[in-house]
């Protein structure tokens, strides 16, 4: 399997590029000059001047992520997914209760990924709101030997994205104290996306808050923007029990993008039977849902012992303008 880290990152502080340096991230102002940078001086001109070391550098933590959120962008201490919420959806998605989105998405991609392909060039796809990054190793297992990719998740989550890298470093048999993931993971912000101007091939935007503008940016002319949309029916059944009366539904139609044309829409739907209160906990847990219902809603979701539920979804992709 070909995957590799996303490598074109930007600093989150002033949008430089930011280059490796050993286990830092550093803004391109302030990269240490190789052997290689003043090799080729011209001895009858004035030497160049050594770069100023850099104001903005970013480590790579142990686990294998790098934290591209400053507090600038934050609006808490702690934003994003909590702990407990993290790890309820790994618990739900683990159980392959939405393997059929995650197999939907990968063919999208991977679909993609062919029509664009340029030998020897990873196709490069960012999970801009990965969560604990289910759906990119899906993606990474989908793709085999066919096409090699460079994968980032990005989420505002700190918790999310410590999981993910976790997960990714167990994936690819790396030893617990040399965790490398075999993609990039990042804290950040999809309003501020720490990613250089059309790097990108495909954005994946799963259940999460969209920044059209920003997905705009960063993605190549003619790269794709995949929108996973809750349809109509979706998680009805809990939302029935949870909620008083439910809000009529908003019209499927999308507006169509600045920047952006429209190139398919995929409707999938399919039932499940959670047996058992801790998926059904777990379900509510990794939703919006958890927050918007009232103390009496949550009680009965969680005095039920099993559920039959629907899974609706959209699967909108959009084209970058050339």
């Known amino acids: 399997m070909s995957i590799t880290p996303f490598q074109s990152l930007a600093c989150p502080l002033d949008g430089e590029p930011l280059y490796l340096e050993g286990s830092t991230w550093r803004c391109s102002a302030g990269r240490s000059p190789s052997k290689h940078d003043f090799s080729k001086h011209d001895p009858s001109k004035p030497s160049p001047s050594k770069p100023s070391p850099s104001k903005h550098s970013f480590d790579i933590a ?5 934290n591209l959120l400053p507090v600038q962008q934050k609006r ?39 029509r664009q392909s340029i030998r020897d060039t990873p196709f490069s796809c960012l999970d801009a709101g990965c969560g604990e990054g289910y759906y990119l190793r899906q993606l990474a297992s989908a793709a085999q030997d066919a096409l090699p990719l460079a994968l980032m998740g990005l989420d505002i989550s ?6 993910a890298a ?5 994936r690819g048999g790396q030893q617990e104290h040399s965790q490398t993931p075999q993609s990039q993971w990042v804290v950040g912000s999809n309003a501020h996306l720490p990613v250089q101007s059309q790097t990108l091939d495909s954005v994946l935007c799963m259940f999460g808050f969209p920044v059209m503008g920003e997905f705009a940016r960063v993605l190549k002319p003619g790269g794709m923007l995949l929108q996973i949309e809750a349809g109509p029916s979706h998680l009805r059944e809990l939302r029935e029990i949870i909620y008083p009366t439910l809000k009529p539904e908003r019209s499927s139609e999308s507006k169509v993008p600045e ?6 829409t995929e409707r999938l739907c399919y039932s499940l039977a959670l047996e058992g209160a801790e998926d059904i906990s777990d379900l509510l ?8 219902a009232s103390a009496e809603g949550r009680a009965r979701a969680g005095a039920l ?14 084209l970058r303008s050339e």
Do not use: N
């Not at 142990?62 to 790098?66: A, E, L, P, S, T």
């Not at 700190?158 to 999981?163: G, I």
């Not at 920047?259 to 398919?264: A, E, S």
């Open 285 to 292: 847990a990794m939703t919006p849902h958890l927050y918007r």
């Open 259 to 264: 920047g952006f044309i429209h190139h398919h």
């Open 62 to 66: 142990k686990k294998g992520y790098v």
């Open 166 to 170: 976790k997960q990714d470093s167990r």
């Open 305 to 318: 012992e099993a559920l039959s539920i629907t899974v609706e979804v959209r699967l909108v992709q959009w």
């Open 76 to 114: 808490s201490s702690d934003p994003g997914d909590s702990k407990a919420m993290v790890a309820a959806r790994q618990r739900f998605l683990d159980a392959g209760y939405y393997r059929p989105i995650a197999d939907a998405v990968s063919r999208a991609v991977l679909s993609q990924a062919k």
């Open 158 to 163: 700190k918790w999310a994205v410590l999981a």
